[in-house]
């Protein structure tokens, strides 16, 4: 968003603010106030105040529409609209279908039968309704695909009606998953090994315990070319965690770009004792300034020092409760329970009906057992609009309140 977006966020303390930013609390106001926000969830699919892409806003406000008892058709209504606002409103819609809503179902097929935006709003439900609810639209489709200027990029669901794509046929990577880690690493360290090899080497362990192993291999583990790492090692390095530091000092005195770069980052999460004071200054200064991209990081380092870190706790409250960016909230709270644990009951309950689903993954793992919380977390459990990690997360939490059955 741009900084005249940023000063058209309502006070982060009112229902409208709270929606906006995609609180927990403004969903659970909002429950109170059923018809008096209304325009406020509509006004949400409408206008775009996510801070940036990361963010995710489209089940809280399906969510919002379902609890609230809301019509769907002024967010069908918002299909006609420019191309971003259409999608934004069939994110809703398709969710909504999901959950029973006849009226969201039909108003998107009508979409693709005879809407403006009907090749993204077909592509969109392809990918997350039974393709019972939508193959029957390839007649449709195909009479449709003439009139529009570029192919389609994406393959669904278009292949399935015999329609020609843009994109590049599908080359799936070697499946490395049967390998031993000895024999992963063997090929790792072997100069002769492609880069795709290694490619799907540093995958597959990735799905495994982390190997300090790993760790001597890394400066040779760039692109063939020398210019960048391999797309999985950054996450690869991440994973040993403390164990990469030592190494890491090494790297980031190396000439090569990009492994000095990978250094740096490895001692940057793993900051000494002489770094706190710093780091509180830097969370306070971009508190100061309104920084809301970024913080996330520094107040994962901060965590590291635990209770050490007791300075930094007035900016984290404050970022946790104000920021726009919700993707950056649920690190704040975890930053929080590192330093200062006492009293987030109250944030981890309201986590519960995030927007974020790493949110509502720390209520479901926190929050104090009561009748509202595992109401609430089994509502999580059975929605069909929810992700199936939260489900079963949701479903594990629920199990465990509920104790051993009869013998």
């Not at 644990?341 to 109250?346: A, Q, V």
């Not at 459990?381 to 509920?402: G, I, L, N, Q, Y």
Request: charged fraction near 25%; charge should be negative.
């Amino acid at each position: 968003m741009s900084d005249e977006d940023e000063r058209a966020y309502v006070h982060a303390d009112s229902v409208e603010g709270l929606l906006q930013r995609g609180r927990g609390l403004g969903a659970v106001r909002a429950l109170q106030d059923r018809w008096g926000v209304a325009g406020f969830v509509y006004d949400g699919i409408r206008r775009d105040w996510r801070w940036d892409g990361t963010d995710d806003r489209s089940l809280y406000l399906a969510r919002l529409v379902q609890d609230l008892g809301l019509s769907p058709a002024p967010v069908v209504d918002q299909l006609v609209a420019d191309e971003e606002t259409c999608l934004r409103a069939c994110h809703v819609l398709e969710l909504l279908a999901l959950a029973g809503s006849d009226e969201a179902r039909e108003g998107l097929r009508a979409h693709v039968r005879e809407g403006e935006h009907w090749a993204g709003v077909l592509e969109s439900v392809s990918a997350s309704w039974p393709p019972g609810w939508w193959e029957d639209l390839g007649d449709v489709a195909r009479d449709r695909i003439g009139g529009e200027t570029e192919l389609p990029r994406y393959s669904e669901p278009w292949t399935r009606f015999g329609i020609e794509v843009r994109s590049r046929p599908f080359v799936p990577r070697p499946s490395l998953a049967g390998l031993g880690t000895e024999e992963l690493l063997a090929l790792l360290a072997d100069h002769s090994t492609r880069d795709d090899t290694k490619f799907s080497a540093l995958r597959a362990l990735n799905g495994r315990e982390p190997v300090a192993e790993l760790i001597p291999l890394v400066p040779s583990l760039g692109t063939s070319d020398g210019r960048r790492p391999l797309p999985p090692l950054r996450r690869a390095v991440e994973r040993l965690g403390a164990a990469a530091v030592p190494a890491a000092r090494a790297w980031a005195q190396d000439g090569h770009g990009w492994l000095a770069q990978l250094g740096s980052e490895v001692l940057a999460e793993h900051p000494g004792p002489d770094a706190l004071p710093g780091l509180v200054e830097e969370l306070a200064g971009q508190w100061a300034g309104r920084v809301w991209c970024g913080p996330d990081r520094t107040a994962r380092r901060l965590a590291r020092f635990g209770a050490d870190a007791a300075g930094a706790v007035p900016h984290l409250r404050r970022f946790w409760l104000r920021t726009p960016h919700s993707y950056e909230r649920a690190a704040y709270l975890q930053a929080l329970a590192a330093i200062d644990p006492d009293g987030l009951d109250y944030a981890y309950t309201e986590s519960l009906w995030d927007c974020e689903e790493t949110a509502r993954l720390l209520g479901i793992a926190s929050a104090p057992a009561g009748p509202d919380v595992l109401r609430r977390i089994e509502v999580l459990r059975d929605d069909p609009m929810e992700s199936p990690e939260v489900r079963a997360a949701a479903r594990v939490r629920s199990e465990a309140s509920a104790g051993p059955g009869p013998l």
